[in-house]
């Protein structure tokens, strides 16, 4: 019987199970799918040559992850390849606002569409300079972050107090045009804001852009060399070199209450797994309190308040294996690892009211990832591994371009859909089309039968919003791991803080559980000095 068992090998279930097994508590990681990793894994199923990541590609938040820097992933042959530049922003006319790890560059790129940008970048990054550790600290702890919060707090006083506070709860679009005169800076926050489900005119998509774009300046957007899945590869490695296992095609189905505790769950060939002390769920937040935990052992207002849940965007992903480089109008993003296609702040309010309003988006804003250009080993000299990925509405109630689409999304459905995001990517790199060797769709449906944590292809466990942030995530009054149910934790990016691979809420449930049975890695290496000791003296 394990100490432990983790439903689900995603990156924060892996993450989980490894600071358990640091802890020296045996664990066991049930996958339901053949092989971990969750939404952080690839294949070469476009092309035999070519490597194209399955779901998430770029990871700013995992480069700046002090839970991940913690595991020393290095060691376990875990390496990070980046591109030339950071992210592009190119638009018809020809312009186009670049984000490096140089902050001159980056200054140089805005400072060309209006004198005085670059230094309203360069204020911009002295902030977040003066807030780093400190947002990151309060980022990836439980909530509410006492110790990095009051700093943090301090920290907010002396850069401006509520004037700051103000800054960063503002509209992306708001912030934009309160910082610079031109489009360039303005188009890079709001892009970066629109990685999650904050349109720009929602409340708090400033500070959240912002944030984003900051990383971007200091981690850049760095990728896993050879791969998405060589992260998930280190931490499985890592467990098993500690004593844990992971078992795959092993679908957990009940979460096993007994006297009112978590005592093991139950897979779907009816096997019981007994917990010795916890079981963490590195799944929704809909689907533990929904399906695994039978209805009488939770409170009924959860379940009330769970009925007003809510998941961020759909996603729709094409990828490519291209006979060439992808042909920009713009030279600043051919080295760019991602470019984000939009003409301007206009068409991102446009796409986002078009999802709002349940429309299929007509020219839809494309996330487009170069991978080859951020690492070699990813296709031939001479080609590139791509994908584009766009946001789309849970519910379908039209179609604001000319197809006819109904949100179906049959074989015929998807093919037009895929067209539309080509036909968008066209614009701004004639002759796209013609380099395309194959091309891979994954619709909304066709990403969560791959992982079921991606409900109707929402990919950060739930809306990045307000009103479902810190104490209201997933529900009101919660924001922790601990769940109402003693000895069972919510795992997964529907726990604080959320969405992205930087493990924080894997690491957050281990140290809940670690806590709950008073055996954090200090007292661990506590006892088993102890342990020594009374071994010399006999």
Not at 131 to 146: E, K, N, W
Not at 237 to 243: A, E, I, S
Not at 252 to 273: D, H, L, P
Not at 320 to 343: I, K, R
Request: with cysteine.
């Amino acid at each position: 019987m394990p100490d432990a068992v983790v439903i689900g090998a995603g990156p924060n279930g892996l993450v989980a199970a490894n600071l358990l097994a640091d802890a020296g508590w045996s664990v066991e990681v049930l996958e339901a799918q053949a092989e971990p990793g969750g939404a952080v894994r690839h294949d070469r199923g476009v092309d035999a040559e070519f490597t194209n990541d399955l779901f998430s590609a770029f990871y700013p938040l995992a480069a700046a992850s002090p839970v991940l820097a913690s595991l020393h992933l290095e060691q376990e042959g875990l390496s990070w390849s980046h591109a030339p530049r950071v992210l592009a922003h190119p638009l018809l006319d020809g312009r186009c606002a670049v984000l490096s790890r140089d902050l001159e560059e980056t200054a140089a790129s805005l400072e060309a569409f209006a004198s005085g940008d670059g230094a309203a970048w360069k204020e911009l990054h002295t902030i977040w300079e003066s807030l780093q550790t400190d947002i990151l600290g309060a980022l990836f702890t439980p909530f509410p972050p006492v110790r990095a919060g009051t700093r943090l707090a301090l920290r907010l006083r002396a850069a401006g107090g509520l004037r700051l506070a103000r800054t960063m709860l503002l509209p992306v679009r708001r912030l934009g045009e309160e910082e610079f005169r031109g489009e360039g800076g303005r188009l890079l926050l709001a892009g970066n804001a629109l990685h999650a489900d904050l349109a720009p005119d929602a409340a708090g998509s400033g500070g959240f852009g912002w944030l984003m774009s900051m990383l971007g300046q200091t981690y850049g957007f760095p990728v896993p060399t050879g791969g998405s899945g060589a992260l998930t590869a280190a931490l499985v490695r890592r467990l098993q070199r500690r004593g844990g296992t992971v078992r795959c095609r092993e679908q957990v189905t009940e979460v096993i209450v007994r006297s009112g505790r978590a005592v093991g769950v139950r897979t779907a060939g009816g096997e019981a797994v007994a917990a010795r002390k916890a079981v963490l769920a590195d799944v929704s937040a809909p689907a533990l309190y929904s399906s695994l935990v039978a209805e009488q052992h939770l409170p009924g207002q959860l379940l009330t308040d769970l009925k007003r849940f809510q998941w961020d965007f759909a996603t729709f992903k094409v990828d490519w294996a291209l006979n060439g480089p992808v042909p920009w109008t713009s030279p600043d993003a051919a080295q760019a690892g991602t470019v984000h296609l939009a003409d301007g702040i206009d068409a991102l309010t446009r796409f986002a009211a078009q999802i709002a309003m349940g429309k299929v988006p007509d020219e839809p804003f494309a996330l487009f990832g170069q991978m080859t250009t951020t690492d070699p080993s990813r296709s031939p000299k001479g080609t590139e591994s791509a994908w584009a990925y766009t946001h789309l509405p849970h519910h379908v109630r039209g179609d604001a371009g000319s197809d006819g689409l109904t949100g179906s999304w049959d074989a015929s459905e998807q093919q037009r859909m895929a067209d539309r995001i080509e036909a968008q990517v066209e614009r701004y790199a004639p002759g796209f089309r013609g380099l395309i060797k194959s091309r891979r769709i994954l619709a909304p449906p066709t990403l969560e039968s791959m992982n079921a944590n991606l409900h109707g292809g929402a990919i950060n466990g739930g809306t990045t919003a307000m009103h479902q942030q810190l104490v209201f995530r997933p529900t009101p009054g919660t924001g922790r791991p601990e769940t109402p149910v003693p000895g069972l934790y919510l795992a997964s990016a529907s726990a604080h803080p959320g969405g992205g691979v930087h493990g924080a809420p894997g690491a957050n449930a281990a140290r809940a559980a670690l806590r709950r049975h008073r055996t954090g890695p200090l007292s661990h290496l506590q006892n088993r000095l102890s342990h020594g000791v009374r071994k010399s003296r006999q």
